[in-house]
T-cell receptor, first 111, second 113 residues
Framework: GENVGLHLPTLSVQEGDNSIINCAYS??????FIWYKQESGKGPQFIID?????DKRQGQRVTVLLNKTVKHLSLQIAATQPGDSAVYFC??????????FGAGTTVTVRA | NAGVTQTPKFQVLKTGQSMTLQCAQD?????MSWYRQDPGMGLRLIHY???????DQGEVPNGYNVSRSTTEDFPLRLLSAAPSQTSVYFC????????????FGDGTRLSIL
C-alpha cells in the first residue's frame, strides 16, 4: 500500500496568493523527502528536498516544512504565478533507498 | 547535457506484442529506475538498477524485464503486452546515495489495444 499521500487532489489559488500543498506519510523510518512538480506532458521535476533531521528548508519562492510528530509534509509557494500550475508530488525515501510517491495535487492558478 | 532521454514518446501496441522502451542518461549516474504513472495512483516503481550489471524488482515488476549492460542505458521490455500495461512510463536516474533527487525523462505514453 501507499506510504505517502496528499490531503487534497486539487487546489485552486488566485495569482499572487500563497499556496500550501500538504502531504501525509506513514513510514516513520523515512529519512528524506522530496517535492516534485509535473507539468502536462513532462516528467516530474525536482523542486526542493528535506532531510528528516530538519523541520524547515527554503528555496526560491518555496518552503518545505516537515513535522515528524504527526508525519506531515507541506510545500508552500509564495506569490503563486501562472507557471506554477502543475501537479505536485511529495515523495519519501525509505531506508532501502526506494522512492515512494503520493498521488499528487493538481494546482490551478486563477488569473 | 541532455539529461534523461526516453524513446519513443508515444506507442500503440496490440495485446501480445512485445517492445522495448529505451532510456539513456548522460550524467554518469549509477542509479536508474523505471516507474509507471496511472491516474490517481502516483508513480509506482517497476524495476531499478544500482549500477551496470545489477537490477532488482520494484513494487510492480510483473510483465516487465530490464537489463543494465552499460551505465548510460536502462531499457524496459514488455514481453507480451496486456491492456493493463497501458500507462505512462518514466525513467529516472540519480547519483549514488539515498538522499539524492532523481532526474526524470519526459515519459513514454503507451497504449495497449
Amino acid at each position: 500500500g501507499e506510504n505517502v499521500g496528499l490531503h487534497l487532489p486539487t487546489l485552486s489559488v488566485q495569482e499572487g496568493d500563497n499556496s500550501i500543498i500538504n502531504c501525509a506519510y506513514s513510514n516513520s523510518a523515512s529519512d528524506y523527502f522530496i517535492w516534485y512538480k509535473q507539468e502536462s506532458g513532462k516528467g516530474p521535476q525536482f523542486i526542493i528536498d528535506i532531510r528528516s533531521n530538519m523541520d524547515k528548508r527554503q528555496g526560491q519562492r518555496v518552503t518545505v516544512l516537515l513535522n515528524k510528530t504527526v508525519k506531515h509534509l507541506s510545500l508552500q509557494i509564495a506569490a503563486t504565478q501562472p507557471g506554477d500550475s502543475a501537479v505536485y508530488f511529495c515523495a519519501e525515501i525509505r531506508g532501502d533507498y526506494k522512492l515512494s510517491f503520493g498521488a499528487g495535487t493538481t494546482v490551478t492558478v486563477r488569473a | 547535457n541532455a539529461g534523461v532521454t526516453q524513446t519513443p514518446k508515444f506507442q500503440v501496441l496490440k495485446t501480445g506484442q512485445s517492445m522495448t522502451l529505451q532510456c539513456a542518461q548522460d550524467m554518469n549516474h549509477e542509479y536508474m529506475s523505471w516507474y509507471r504513472q496511472d491516474p490517481g495512483m502516483g508513480l509506482r516503481l517497476i524495476h531499478y538498477s544500482v549500477g551496470a550489471g545489477i537490477t532488482d524488482q520494484g513494487e510492480v515488476p510483473n510483465g516487465y524485464n530490464v537489463s543494465r549492460s552499460t551505465t548510460e542505458d536502462f531499457p524496459l521490455r514488455l514481453l507480451s503486452a496486456a491492456p493493463s500495461q497501458t500507462s505512462v512510463y518514466f525513467c529516472a536516474s540519480r547519483e549514488q546515495g539515498g538522499d539524492q533527487p532523481q532526474h526524470f525523462g519526459d515519459g513514454t505514453r503507451l497504449s495497449i489495444l
